[in-house]
């Protein structure tokens, strides 16, 4: 995705000082992820020393995360800061969004490039659920975009919000042992889960 520079959070035309706009809610998977997919995966010492697993999820980022974005998000022009000799727009964002992501095929297409002897692992609607495999995650925080006026690009951006998350799978398993099936649900709360900030050097 070419902008990395938070124009998303522009206003569109001339505002004064205490003006506000919406944001589209999309708009925050690339504010979160910049630059979207890049398609980087850990190496495999890489991810045992994380605790993880290779393979298609290894780099799943805030895109694999967010999926569809629903809520609002606002912008508002708080006036200009000078810092360092630079003028900078000072943009208060507040965001209150939800994200719903059905990861099935996702996992369907790990589970098929996983190598386990003797044993088969496929996707299976064992409940009612939303998807075998989905993530949903609620996200309400305030943030400020400082943008340099003179040069035309973001100098600095900070957020700090709390997050709800809930993940869902189901799954099953066919091993000479014989067959298991598995359903899982986990539930994060918390508060300030994410500060998340960025500065253009």
């Known amino acids: 995705v070419e902008d ?3 124009r998303s959070l522009l206003p569109r035309g001339d505002v004064a000082v205490g003006d506000s ?7 925050m998977v690339h504010v979160l992820s910049p630059g979207g997919d890049l398609k980087i995966l850990p190496d495999e010492d890489t991810m ?4 993880g697993m290779p393979g298609p999820n290894a780099g799943m980022n805030m895109n694999d995360m967010l999926g ?3 809520g609002d998000v606002t912008a508002t022009f708080e006036g200009i800061r000078e810092i360092d000799g630079r003028k900078l727009a000072a943009i ?3 965001v209150d969004i939800e994200a719903t992501n059905d990861l099935t095929e996702m ?10 002897p003797g044993a088969e692992m496929e996707i299976a609607t064992i409940r009612d659920v939303y998807a075998p495999y989905a993530i949903e995650m609620a996200m ?5 975009l400082l943008w340099d006026l003179e040069g035309g690009y973001f100098a600095e951006f900070t957020l700090s919000s709390d997050m709800d998350m809930t993940m869902d799978q189901a799954m099953g398993i066919s091993a000479p042992q014989g067959e298991m099936s598995m359903e899982q649900s ?7 889960s994410m500060e998340y900030s960025a500065e253009a050097l």
């Open 186 to 192: 986990m539930s994060f709360t918390s508060s300030n």
């Open 48 to 51: 045992a020393e994380m605790g």
């Open 4 to 6: 990395m520079d938070l």
């Open 140 to 144: 309400t925080g305030t943030g400020t």
């Open 68 to 70: 569809d974005v629903t």
């Open 92 to 94: 208060s964002v507040e």
């Open 21 to 27: 706009w919406d944001v589209d809610p999309e708009a």
């Open 107 to 116: 996992m369907r297409e790990m589970f098929e490039e996983m190598e386990v």
